[in-house]
T-cell receptor, first 110, second 112 residues
């Protein structure tokens, strides 16, 4: 099993729909992150969590919300999806120096 | 605000060539710098991590160097192979508990 698992791997949704992307990790790390990647813009941080009770906004949190259900689970929600949220979304976990990324969720909003 | 720049955005080289990928950052007060590899449509794999007190790290055919004072890092790939074709991203952190700030990456193509 992968250390960081993201579901779904691919998703197409309609504008205005609510969608949840899920992430679970088996590393036992406290810190978890959600990034989005767009061509030409690199990876940008959406939200991060340093433990279950500590959730923080990243540089592009508008239109997104998160839930840290347990140390191992960190979900990202798009309350009302819009086309410019079409991107590749990555979950990551870290402890100390090392980061481990999931394989990504490719989200298309039509 | 920290900014990380990787130029050029894309690079194509023939197999067997030694090559250098560059990364620059605006704030030299970094805690560490990492190089990642990303295959198309896939996640990121950590290649090398350099602590701010270190000058370089090596793993196989890869060597990463860090010059904090000038805000630069290089990733050296020896004897490049077609399997090295991927996007290479560098990222820095400002502290032990800080987030990664990424460059936009360099897409490398190694021609057989």
């Amino acid at each position: 099993d992968a250390d960081v698992t993201q579901t779904p791997r691919n998703r197409i949704t309609k504008t205005g729909k609510r969608i949840m992307l899920e992430c679970s990790q088996t590393k036992g790390h406290d810190r978890m992150y959600w990034y989005r990647q767009d061509p030409g813009l690199g990876l940008r941080l959406i939200y991060y969590s340093f433990d279950v009770k500590d959730i923080n906004k990243g540089e592009i949190s508008d239109g997104y919300s998160v839930s840290r259900q347990a140390q191992a689970k960190f979900s990202l929600s798009l309350e009302s999806a819009i086309p410019n949220q079409t991107a590749l979304y990555f979950c990551a976990t870290s402890e100390g120096y090392g980061y481990t990324f999931g394989s990504g969720t490719r989200l298309t909003v039509v | 605000k920290q900014e990380v720049t990787q130029i050029p955005a894309a690079l194509s080289v023939p197999e067997g060539e030694n090559l250098v990928l560059n990364c620059s950052f605006t704030d030299s007060a970094i805690y560490n710098l990492q190089w990642f590899r990303q295959d198309p449509g896939k996640g990121l794999t950590s290649l090398l991590l350099i602590q701010s007190s270190q000058r370089e790290q090596t793993s196989g055919r890869l060597n990463a160097s860090l010059d904090k004072s000038s805000g630069r890092s290089t990733l050296y790939i020896a004897a490049s192979q077609p399997g090295d074709s991927a996007t290479y991203l560098c990222a820095v952190t400002a502290g032990a508990n800080s987030k990664l700030t990424f460059g936009k990456g360099i897409t490398l193509s190694v021609r057989p």
